[in-house]
C-alpha cells in the first residue's frame, strides 16, 4: 500500500520563540505556509522548548512565544483551520522525545551539521538539550504522525534523521508503518535569506548586528533604513544571472526583491538591469514596506490583546492534544510503557 493510503496528509512545521521573527522567517518558512493551508490540515507551532537549548531569558519566553503566533497569524496563518499553538503545552512532545532518545543513535547525532556550526569550539559547553534538538523535532513532527513537513535547506538534515528514527522504530518494535516517512515540502522559490550586512551568512535572530536583519516588528522608517545601510560591491546590478556569481549581495538583495514582490528572480534581475544599487534599493525599501508594514500592524494590534493571544494558543493546544495524545498512547502499548 502508499504510503498516502496509510497515513492521512498532515503539514508541520514550527519556528522558535528565540528573538525576534525577522525577514528570513517570513520569506523563507511562514508566507510559504500560507497556500498550504488551502490543501491539507496544517499544524504550525511555536517550539518553546526547542528554544531552550540554547541561552534564553524565562521572563522573555512567554513574550516570544505569543510574539511567534502573532506573527503566524499576522502572516495569513488562520487559527480558526490551522492549529496554533506552544510546543511546552502539548505534553506529547517531551514524552515521545523521550522514547525516540532510545531509538536515536549516538553515531546519527554526530552526523548533525547544525549542532556542530551551533555548538562552535567549545562542544563540551553545549546543553545536552541541543545534542538531542534534532529529536525532539522528530519527536515533533511524529507525534502527529505528520506527512508533510516544510523546511529550509538548513533543517533538511534534520528532517532525514526523523525519517531514519520513524524507519527504526517501526522496524524495531514491530510495528510496520507506524510512523509516516514524513516529506520535506518545499513550495516556491523559497529564498535562503541573507544578512544585509554579509551576503554569505544567514538572516539571523543571534547576529549580534540588528541591522543585519530586518524584523516583522520594524517600522516602516527602520526597514528604508537597515535597505539603504545594507552591503553592495560597487558594480551596478547585472544584466543576467550568471552576473550575480561572487556577488553573494546582490544576489540576496534581488532574491529577496523577487520574494517580496512574487516575481522569479531572472525577472527581478531583468527589472533592475544594468541599474545602480541606490535605485534598487529604493524601489527594494518601497516593497518591503508595502509587504511588511499590514503584517506589522496586526502584530502590533495582536500583541496589544495578549489575552487573547493565550486563548487562542490554549485553543490550539487543545486541538493538538486531542490529536497526539492517542498516537502516544499507542507507542506506549508499543513500547511497553502501558
Ligand atoms: N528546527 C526548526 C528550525 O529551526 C524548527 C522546528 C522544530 C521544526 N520542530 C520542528 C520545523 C518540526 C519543522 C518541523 O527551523
Same mark, same amino acid.
Given at each position: 500500500?502508499?504510503?498516502?493510503?496509510?497515513?492521512?496528509?498532515?503539514?508541520?512545521?514550527?519556528?522558535?520563540?528565540?528573538?525576534?521573527?525577522?525577514?528570513?522567517?517570513?520569506?523563507?518558512?511562514?508566507?510559504?505556509?500560507?497556500?498550504?493551508?488551502?490543501?491539507?490540515?496544517?499544524?504550525?507551532?511555536?517550539?518553546?522548548?526547542? =528554544?531552550?537549548? $540554547?541561552?534564553?531569558? /524565562?521572563?522573555?519566553?512567554?513574550? %516570544?512565544?505569543?510574539?511567534?503566533? &502573532?506573527?503566524? +497569524? @499576522?502572516?495569513?496563518?488562520?487559527?480558526?483551520?490551522?492549529?496554533?499553538?506552544?510546543?511546552?503545552?502539548?505534553?506529547?512532545?517531551?514524552?515521545?522525545?523521550?522514547?525516540?532518545?532510545?531509538?536515536?543513535?549516538?553515531?546519527?547525532?554526530?552526523?548533525?551539521?547544525?549542532?556542530?556550526?551551533?555548538?562552535?569550539?567549545?562542544?563540551?559547553?553545549?546543553?545536552?538539550?541541543?545534542?538531542?534538538?534534532?529529536?525532539?523535532?522528530?519527536?515533533?513532527?511524529? =507525534?502527529?504522525? $505528520?506527512?508533510?513537513? /516544510?523546511?529550509?535547506?538548513?533543517? %533538511?538534515?534534520?528532517?532525514?534523521? &526523523?525519517?531514519? +528514527? @520513524?524507519?527504526?522504530?517501526?522496524?524495531?518494535?514491530?510495528?510496520?508503518?507506524?510512523?509516516?516517512?514524513?516529506?520535506?515540502?518545499?513550495?516556491?522559490?523559497?529564498?535562503?535569506?541573507?544578512?544585509?550586512?554579509?551576503?554569505?551568512?544567514?538572516?539571523?535572530?543571534?547576529?549580534?548586528?540588528?541591522?543585519?536583519?530586518?524584523?516583522?516588528?520594524?517600522?516602516?522608517?527602520?526597514?528604508?533604513?537597515?535597505?539603504?545601510?545594507?552591503?553592495?560591491?560597487?558594480?551596478?546590478?547585472?544584466?543576467?544571472?550568471?552576473?550575480?556569481?561572487?556577488?553573494?549581495?546582490?544576489?540576496?538583495?534581488?532574491?529577496?526583491? @523577487?520574494?517580496?514582490?512574487?516575481?522569479?528572480?531572472?525577472?527581478?534581475?531583468?527589472?533592475?538591469?544594468?541599474?545602480?544599487?541606490?535605485?534598487?534599493?529604493?524601489?527594494?525599501?518601497?516593497?518591503?514596506?508595502?509587504?511588511?508594514?499590514?503584517?506589522?500592524?496586526?502584530?502590533?494590534?495582536?500583541?496589544?490583546?495578549?489575552?487573547?493571544?493565550?486563548?487562542?494558543?490554549?485553543?490550539?493546544?487543545?486541538?493538538?492534544?486531542?490529536?497526539?495524545?492517542?498516537?502516544?498512547?499507542?507507542?506506549?502499548?508499543?513500547?511497553?510503557?502501558?
Amino acid at each position: 500500500m502508499s504510503e498516502k493510503a496509510l497515513h492521512k496528509p498532515l503539514v508541520f512545521s514550527g519556528v522558535q520563540p528565540t528573538g525576534d521573527l525577522h525577514l528570513g522567517n517570513y520569506l523563507g518558512a511562514i508566507k510559504n505556509w500560507v497556500p498550504m493551508q488551502a490543501e491539507k490540515p496544517c499544524i504550525f507551532c511555536v517550539v518553546d522548548l526547542h =528554544a531552550m537549548t $540554547a541561552e534564553f531569558d /524565562p521572563r522573555a519566553l512567554p513574550g %516570544k512565544t505569543r510574539e511567534v503566533a &502573532a506573527g503566524y +497569524i @499576522a502572516s495569513g496563518i488562520n487559527p480558526d483551520t490551522s492549529i496554533i499553538f506552544a510546543q511546552s503545552r502539548v505534553s506529547a512532545h517531551a514524552e515521545l522525545a523521550w522514547v525516540l532518545n532510545c531509538v536515536a543513535r549516538i553515531g546519527w547525532l554526530n552526523r548533525m551539521t547544525q549542532f556542530k556550526d551551533k555548538a562552535g569550539k567549545n562542544r563540551e559547553a553545549a546543553s545536552v538539550g541541543l545534542y538531542v534538538y534534532p529529536v525532539l523535532m522528530a519527536a515533533d513532527i511524529l =507525534a502527529y504522525k $505528520a506527512t508533510h513537513v /516544510p523546511v529550509g535547506e538548513d533543517q %533538511k538534515q534534520h528532517l532525514e534523521l &526523523a525519517r531514519d +528514527i @520513524a524507519q527504526k522504530f517501526n522496524n524495531d518494535f514491530d510495528a510496520p508503518d507506524f510512523f509516516p516517512q514524513p516529506e520535506p515540502l518545499i513550495l516556491g522559490p523559497t529564498p535562503r535569506v541573507m544578512s544585509l550586512r554579509d551576503g554569505k551568512a544567514k538572516m539571523s535572530k543571534s547576529d549580534p548586528s540588528a541591522a543585519s536583519r530586518i524584523t516583522l516588528m520594524d517600522s516602516a522608517d527602520e526597514i528604508a533604513d537597515k535597505i539603504r545601510r545594507a552591503k553592495t560591491d560597487p558594480d551596478n546590478l547585472p544584466e543576467s544571472r550568471d552576473g550575480l556569481a561572487n556577488r553573494p549581495e546582490a544576489e540576496n538583495l534581488l532574491s529577496i526583491f @523577487a520574494a517580496l514582490t512574487d516575481v522569479s528572480l531572472d525577472q527581478a534581475i531583468a527589472q533592475f538591469a544594468g541599474k545602480q544599487f541606490s535605485a534598487f534599493k529604493g524601489a527594494l525599501a518601497e516593497a518591503a514596506v508595502a509587504k511588511l508594514s499590514p503584517i506589522r500592524d496586526t502584530m502590533v494590534r495582536l500583541m496589544g490583546d495578549p489575552a487573547e493571544l493565550d486563548r487562542i494558543l490554549a485553543k490550539g493546544a487543545a486541538r493538538a492534544d486531542a490529536i497526539a495524545a492517542p498516537i502516544l498512547a499507542e507507542v506506549k502499548k508499543i513500547t511497553g510503557l502501558s
